[in-house]
């Protein structure tokens, strides 16, 4: 399970190293590593009015913070490099993540998630957004005509994930960098890996 960070948004290559040494806590005594859960999905991107069953309005909460991993294979990874400029990222052993809360996305066409109806206030059509709880909330991907991403077989965390170095698997940088990560190996673990191999695979 992997988190990467992007850089087609005009990271630099020292902004992403940066990034993943603040998560990191590198030069923390004692280190403090921390994934900052950022505003995702569905319930991000858009401002649903949501239903709640309790009210009967249009009242109800929205949650959608989460940490973002892919369940990528190499080949997938190596799309995820090209596609998002990515050199810097960690990985983590699904099993622990999965009992830590992280679960795989629910990907679902739109037509499931809303409806429109007759707003009897305005006399104007409005969109109804099906109720789905807070706690699935972080969790919701809608697939329409413009956006389907179920290709990124994407998993999240609903909130910030505090975790210890010996959680990582992989940390993923250009070899050159493998020096400033080195101090989080125990017995060759994690293992330091530039995505730039992933060409000769």
């Excluded at 239903?51 to 959608?64: A, C, E, I, Q, S």
């Excluded at 709880?133 to 991403?149: K, R, S, T, Y």
């Amino acid at each position: 399970m992997t988190h990467l960070i992007r850089q087609n948004d005009g990271k630099s290559d020292a902004d992403a190293k940066r990034i993943l040494e603040l998560i990191l806590d590198i030069s923390g005594a004692p280190p403090q590593p921390l994934l900052k859960s950022s505003v995702v999905g569905w319930y991000g991107t858009s401002t649903p009015g949501v239903f709640n069953p309790r009210t009967g309005r249009l009242d109800g909460t929205v949650k959608n913070k989460a940490v973002c991993f892919t369940e990528s294979t190499l080949a997938g990874l190596r799309a995820h490099r090209d596609l998002f400029d990515v050199k810097y990222g960690i990985s983590f052993d699904r099993d622990n993540l999965f009992a830590m809360g992280a679960n795989p996305c629910i990907n679902i066409s739109d037509a499931y998630m809303r409806t429109q109806k007759l707003w009897h206030i305005t006399g104007y059509p409005k969109h109804v957004y099906n109720f789905i709880p807070e706690e699935l909330q972080p969790f919701v991907n809608i697939i329409h005509g413009q956006f389907d991403a179920t290709h990124e077989r994407e998993w999240r965390y609903p909130d910030n994930l505090n975790f210890f170095w010996p959680d990582i698997k992989f940390v993923f940088c250009p070899e050159s960098e493998f020096g400033t990560f080195l101090p989080l190996q125990n017995n060759a673990v994690p293992c330091l890996f530039d995505l730039a191999w992933l060409d000769r695979i």
